[in-house]
């Protein structure tokens, strides 16, 4: 299976400033198929970015998807109070489908 | 609006069966294919099976296949996890969420939490 390897484990930043999240995969995925997630404690995780680089309905432009092959980036601009939770990458190009271990972006 | 309700979680021993039922309103439930995705306590998402649309295929994690079946009733709008022979490491909080665009899922419920302990 694919295994995808999400750095930093966390990232320590303050309203107003980026954060560059990583997710490198064991092999390539196939078509792109990479999708980025934001998960807050207690609530349903919310799809962001799909196919590397499309945003999902309703997501703000502050948050976008780039890379292909084995290296992926979730680039989130101007961080606001809300944005600090924890994101996964998930692979679905090939079965079994995989997450990364997650990156926890704090205060 | 789309919600995704799970149900049928419990305290269940080693060994034992459980299943959990998902419920699904607010969109063509038989046009999509549905996704079981679980956290264990302190630990990231992990993806768990995947049914297509019509019910006619299913894809599964590693670590439960053979043990975990997926299923679905499109006339009740309902997905289903059949899960046997369960283990300790099979705790954690398990989501139905809807699928889009081949694979990551969407949608999510809120989830229902499975403890498996002696």
């Known amino acids: 299976e694919i295994v995808l390897t999400q750095s930093p484990g966390t990232l320590s930043l303050s309203p107003g400033e980026r954060a560059s999240l990583s997710c490198r995969a064991s092999?390539?995925?196939?078509?792109?198929?990479l999708a980025w997630y934001q998960h807050k404690p207690g609530q349903a995780p919310r799809l962001l970015i799909y196919?590397?680089?499309s945003r999902a309905t309703g997501i703000p432009d502050r948050f976008s998807g780039s890379g292909f092959g084995t290296d992926f980036t979730l680039t989130i601009n101007r961080l606001e109070p809300g944005d600090f939770a924890v994101y996964y990458c998930?692979?679905?190009?090939?079965?079994?489908?995989?997450f990364g271990q997650g990156t926890k972006v704090e205060i | 609006q789309v919600v995704l309700v799970e149900s049928g979680g419990g305290l269940v021993q080693p060994g034992k069966s459980l299943r959990l039922s998902c419920a699904a309103s607010?969109?063509?439930?038989?046009?999509?294919?549905m996704h079981w995705v679980r956290q264990a306590p302190g630990k990231g998402l992990e993806w768990v099976a995947f049914?297509?649309?019509?019910?006619?295929?299913?894809y599964y994690a590693n670590l439960v296949r053979g043990r975990f079946t997926i299923a679905r009733d499109n006339s009740n709008n309902t997905l289903y996890l059949q899960m046997n022979n369960l283990r300790v490491d099979d705790t954690a909080i398990y989501y139905c969420?809807?699928?889009?665009?081949?694979?990551?899922?969407?949608?999510w419920g809120q989830g229902t939490l499975v403890t498996v302990s002696p």
């Open positions: 969420a809807r699928d889009f665009d081949g694979g990551a899922p969407d949608y």
């Open positions: 607010g969109f063509g439930f038989n046009g999509y294919g």
């Open positions: 049914v297509w649309n019509d019910g006619s295929k299913a």
């Open positions: 092999q390539t995925v196939s078509k792109n198929y």
């Open positions: 196919g590397a680089s």
């Open positions: 998930q692979q679905y190009g090939k079965s079994p489908w995989t």
